[in-house]
T-cell receptor, first 112, second 115 residues
Framework: QKEVEQNSGPLSVPEGAIASLNCTYS??????FFWYRQYSGKSPELIMS????GDKEDGRFTAQLNKASQYVSLLIRDSQPSDSATYLC????????????FGTGTRLKVLA | GAGVSQSPSNKVTEKGKDVELRCDPI?????LYWYRQRLGQGLEFLIY????????KSGLPSDRFSAERTGESVSTLTIQRTQQEDSAVYLC?????????????FGPGTRLTVL
């Protein structure tokens, strides 16, 4: 089992719809969870971070964390073609090291 | 201020040669990370530096890979006797503090091609 798992996609949604991206992780002691957006040929950029169970909203983005189910998701409301990118889930482990474990990413396509 | 910078942006080398990749973190950032990203894949952790503490080298794939960092400044990643499987984008990131809540900022990456 991979430490951080994501569906590779592509996930296609029409413009204006809600895009839902999911991530599961295997290490129960993980404390911090991050969503990065990566455009083709570019470096990842941070979209959202979440540390506590529940929802965290920032503009059109909502991150959801459920530590009991070891599940974190990202919702993008009113999806725009400019949201088309690969979304990487990252988990920071708390067990003596601050290294981040990344999933392989989900490719999102927003259709105009 | 300036972001994370990496050099060279592209490197083409022949199999068996050594290469050195450079990362300049954001000034004042104590934590520095190296990742490898193969085409169409996610980020693979390689090594992590924090201040003067011993680095976390648990992600280095073989003893051909090594990295150094002088204090809280520049880091170099060296790959000896390169193989075609080493072809990838090598990304460097830095963060202000090595805390689980801290944000990593990524450099533009070095695209390494081994012929």
């Amino acid at each position: 089992q991979k430490e951080v798992e994501q569906n590779s996609g592509p996930l296609s949604v029409p413009e204006g719809a809600i895009a839902s991206l999911n991530c599961t992780y295997s290490d129960r002691v993980s404390q911090s969870f991050f969503w990065y957006r990566q455009y083709s040929g570019k470096s990842p950029e941070l979209i959202m971070s979440i540390y506590s169970n529940g929802d965290k909203e920032d503009g059109r983005f909502t991150a959801q964390l459920n530590k009991a189910s070891q599940y974190v998701s990202l919702l993008i409301r009113d999806s725009q073609p400019s949201d088309s990118a690969t979304y990487l889930c990252a988990v920071n482990r708390a067990s003596g090291t601050y290294k981040y474990i990344f999933g392989t990413g989900t490719r999102l396509k927003v259709l105009a | 201020g300036a972001g994370v910078s990496q050099s060279p942006s592209n490197k083409v080398t022949e199999k068996g040669k050594d290469v050195e990749l450079r990362c300049d973190p954001i000034s004042g950032h104590t934590a520095l990370y190296w990742y490898r990203q193969r085409l169409g894949q996610g980020l693979e952790f390689l090594i992590y530096f924090q201040g003067n503490s011993a680095p976390d080298k648990s992600g280095l794939p073989s003893d051909r890979f090594s990295a150094e960092r002088t204090g809280e400044s520049v880091s170099t990643l060296t790959i000896q006797r390169t193989q075609q499987e080493d072809s990838a984008v090598y990304l460097c990131a830095s963060s202000l503090l090595p805390q689980t809540t801290d944000t990593q900022y990524f450099g533009p990456g070095t695209r390494l091609t081994v012929l």
